[in-house]
């Protein structure tokens, strides 16, 4: 067994008397796909936030591939690669333009072959000359993407990676996330959809409150809480994870 490539244990996060995370624990294996789940609020992006290194938490620790992130947190940067719901690039600059200068963040020397190549392989190559602003919104999550993992990442962290896309553009996001884990890459990532989480998730997480409330495989999940009452009062015929998330987290919806 190798050791898991993110652990979170006991992280606390207080913003001035709110509590947003409370002792939350959990740790994702090496080439796992985790979904991290809960209603707004629940204290989600918090927790990425300080996995980011974006937030120090009140109490607890973070670790990447064995190292302290709070304590080393360039360290583990070059570990890490993020792609937010909303991604804010350079509007004017060309998608090479673009490639090339975050590649450089990262210590990554890419020539103009390198640079369409990398476009290619996420079906931009003809966007190359065209600016960002002027994409597709599936083009633009495609082509974040390929900025989040230029340096190829161990742990890539993805927040509402298919929001607002149409079918299409989503499975072909998420047969390029697979390739990615084909690779040896590890994924922890938000989302609102269950039947998306079902799908694509090895392990998910649900959190409410700031705190863990469940853990486990989908199918696991659904097993296992398929007999609560809570389950059962909002399931309309065999549960789902949608089922078993709401019996969790209640039915009020959330700001």
Known sequence: ?????????????????????????????????????????????????????????????????????????LAVKAKLGVQLQATSFQDELTLSQLLRL?????GVRLDTRAIRDRLE?????????????????????????SVAVVHRPLLLLLDEPTAGLDPQSRRQLWDRIERLR?????????TH????????????AIVDHGG??????????????????RVRQVSRGEPTLEDVFIGLTGSAIRD
Do not use: H
């Open 193 to 204: 959809s269950m039947e998306e989480a079902q799908s694509v998730c090895d392990r998910i």
């Open 102 to 106: 975050y590649a450089g963040l990262y």
């Open 1 to 73: 067994m190798t050791d898991p490539i993110l652990v979170v244990d006991g992280l606390t996060v207080d913003y001035g008397s709110r509590r947003a995370v409370n002792d939350l624990s959990f740790s994702i294996e090496r080439g796992e796909i985790f979904g991290l789940l809960g209603p707004n609020g629940a204290g989600k992006t918090t927790t990425l936030s300080v996995i980011e290194g974006l937030r120090k938490p009140t109490t607890g620790s973070v670790r990447i591939d064995g190292v302290d992130a709070l304590a080393n947190p």
């Open 121 to 145: 392989e996420w079906g931009l190559g003809d966007e190359a000359d065209k600016a960002f602003k002027r994409l597709s919104g599936g083009q633009q999550q495609r082509f974040s993407l």
């Open 182 to 190: 084909a690779d040896g890459g590890s994924i922890v990532l938000t």
């Open 212 to 229: 863990l409330i469940a853990l486990g495989a989908p199918s696991g999940l659904i097993a296992q809480y398929r007999d609560d009452p």
